[in-house]
């Protein structure tokens, strides 16, 4: 894809994007459901930074606390986050109910197969008092990692070729076989039925361009 064209569409870090854009719009679903939250306001971001939330205008807050688990330490900007280390399908330092809300952005297509987000899931469900999950949609055909014309579509041995060869959208081109391997394992796109059965009691919001679904988002507890 053409630079200018990539940064124009898609690219999440400009400002002036699509993609920006519709992260905004999605956001500000969030903040009109999170203003029925009552004072101070606990957030679990799974997966996420505190980049992302300064950018969308939530910082320097006293009635909201925000903490980010990631598989890697983060940064933090001010004492209104805080870091933990640990893994999204199994958060076991948290307990029932601990946070006021679980917030997650393009994260469960991330952390293996189909049982493994089944984990993610429930434990997102378990941990929040509410939740808010966004996951981009299976059959929209511009697969959103890779920027590939139906690439979640190819088989894998095709799609492992293609990243050990080509820069693909986000993906810089993984010569290493295993590695190449271990990269396609981990992005797993899910079709609505299968979110369906991960969060079986929620509601519904659906991001769509020219009348296709780019991405879901499920939540419940408001």
Do not use: C
């Not at 939330?53 to 900007?77: A, H, K, S």
């Amino acid at each position: 894809m053409d630079d200018v064209l990539f940064k124009k569409l898609v690219d999440n870090r400009e400002e002036d994007s699509y993609a920006t854009a519709m992260r905004r719009k999605r956001f500000q679903f969030f903040l009109e459901l999170l203003a029925h939250v009552p004072p101070p306001i606990s957030i679990l971001d799974v997966g996420g930074t505190a980049n992302f939330w300064q950018r969308m205008g939530v910082v320097e807050q006293d009635d909201i606390r925000i903490t980010l688990l990631n598989i890697d330490p983060t940064p933090l900007p001010s004492r209104q986050f805080r870091a933990v280390v640990g893994d999204a399908t199994n958060m076991r330092e948290f307990k029932d109910e601990a946070f006021d809300v679980v917030f997650s952005n393009s994260v469960i297509e991330h952390v293996g197969d189909f049982e493994q987000q089944r984990r993610m899931a429930n434990e997102v469900r378990r941990v929040g008092r509410r939740y808010f999950l966004q996951t981009p949609n299976y059959f929209f055909p511009l697969e959103p990692h890779f920027l590939f014309p139906g690439f979640q579509w190819l088989p894998r041995d095709a799609r492992v070729a293609l990243i050990r060869r080509f820069n693909l959208g986000w993906v810089k081109r993984i010569p290493d076989q295993a590695e190449a391997e271990a990269r396609i394992d981990h992005t797993r796109l899910l079709r609505r039925g299968e979110l369906r059965a991960l969060f079986p009691t929620a509601s519904w919001y659906e991001e769509k361009i020219m009348g296709l679904t780019k991405s879901f988002v499920v939540y419940e507890g408001w």
